[in-house]
Nanobody
Framework: QVQLVESGGGLVQAGGSLRLSCTAS????????MGWYRQAPGKPRELVAS???????NYAASVKGRFTISRDDAKSAVFLQMNSLKPEDTAVYYC????????????WGQGTQVTVSS
């Protein structure tokens, strides 16, 4: 079993910045893919950014150039630096990790609220 614990959400004014962190703990040999998703009220969950074990990144078009995803494998952690935040970035942000143990296993964090005021 793997636990993902997120932190760093909060309330910020438009144009501001936040940094989300997510740390994995539990039983696994390594982490393959890590990512951040978000879900706004009444909308489906969407991919924000992902990063592979080889540090290849992928971003949603709406955040490209404003958000940066990174990972620290020594700490089993993934980060999301969010700059130039907009009210439309308001959502619950979820950490996701695909870990390698007996097989590839997919885990989610509990979510952290990000609210951007105009």
């Amino acid at each position: 079993q793997v636990q993902l614990v997120e932190s760093g959400g909060g309330l910020v004014q438009a144009g501001g910045s936040l940094r989300l962190s997510c740390t994995a703990s539990g039983s696994f040999f390594s982490i393959s893919l890590m990512g951040w998703y978000r879900q706004a009220p009444g909308k489906p969950r969407e991919l924000v950014a992902s990063i592979t074990s080889g540090a290849n990144t992928n971003y949603a078009a709406s955040v490209k150039g404003r958000f940066t995803i990174s990972r620290d494998d020594a700490k089993s952690a993934v980060f999301l630096q969010m700059n130039s935040l907009k009210p439309e970035d308001t959502a619950v942000y979820y950490c996701n990790a695909v870990v390698i143990y007996r097989r590839f296993e997919d885990y989610w964090g509990q979510g952290t609220q990000v609210t951007v005021s105009s």
